[in-house]
């Protein structure tokens, strides 16, 4: 698309009283815990909240699994290093700052982000910590508040943004619920099943289009 084209395409949907609220791990940059379950072969890690309904049984698990291994922060942030944003993720995320306030709502965690972020030229991220012990072991995890993602669509309401949610997990379906409208992204096929209601989306081209089209006919 030339320049004056983008322009005038992004000035017809420019609005910044819109909002979109974006889940990261499954929809901008693949899955971290995946990836790390990968690097060290331990296959139990694969485990994520597309899986697990429950996000503090499968942190509990995770700790757990790395207090065994003796695998610390370090190790983790290493393999984060070395990964990429979802292929088309930062052309699709440039895109939408273009026309609508987009925030990340992740459960991801502060030790983990910059690096991810920084490939995507840091989009605002609300996201939890970890709690880290002075050699490097995770000892636990702290969330920002309970249900904060849906808490964050429902504060943003609240100030009169128009918000528009999507994610691919068990844990961005009240976020999606809460909002104006919204929709799955290349979500497994249980959540497809148990949430029939929800459009799923498969591609940016396409999240992109289910936007637009929301927005525009607000
Ligand atoms: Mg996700």
Redesign the pocket.
């Known amino acids: 698309m030339d320049c004056a084209l983008l322009t005038f395409s992004c000035l017809c949907y420019y609005n910044p009283m819109n909002m979109v609220c974006l889940?990261?791990?499954?929809?901008l940059i693949p899955?971290i815990w995946i990836a790390f379950s990968n690097a060290v072969g331990i296959p139990e890690l694969r485990r994520?909240?597309?899986d697990e309904p429950d996000y503090d049984k499968l942190m509990n698990f995770r700790i757990d699994i790395l207090t065994k291994n003796n695998l610390k922060l370090p190790d983790i942030q290493r393999v984060i290093s070395c990964m990429d944003p979802l292929p088309g993720a930062f052309e699709f995320s440039d895109a939408l700052r273009k026309k609508y306030q987009l925030v990340i709502l992740?459960?991801t965690f502060e030790q983990f982000a910059k690096p991810l972020m920084a490939k995507l030229s840091f989009p605002s991220l609300f996201c939890n910590s970890l709690e880290i012990a002075k050699d490097g072991t995770v000892t636990g995890y702290r969330l920002r508040q309970q249900n904060g993602k849906r808490e964050a669509v429902k504060a943003f309401k609240s100030i009169n943004m128009r918000v528009f949610a999507a994610?691919?997990?068990f844990?961005?379906l009240s976020m999606i619920r809460e909002a104006d409208g919204g929709c799955l992204f290349r979500a497994p096929e249980q959540i497809r099943k148990d949430c029939s209601d929800l459009t799923c989306t498969d591609s940016f081209d396409d999240l992109q289009k289910k936007i637009d089209d929301f927005f525009i006919c607000l």
């Open positions: 889940d990261l791990e499954g929809v899955e994520t909240t597309r992740s459960d994610g691919d997990s844990n961005d």
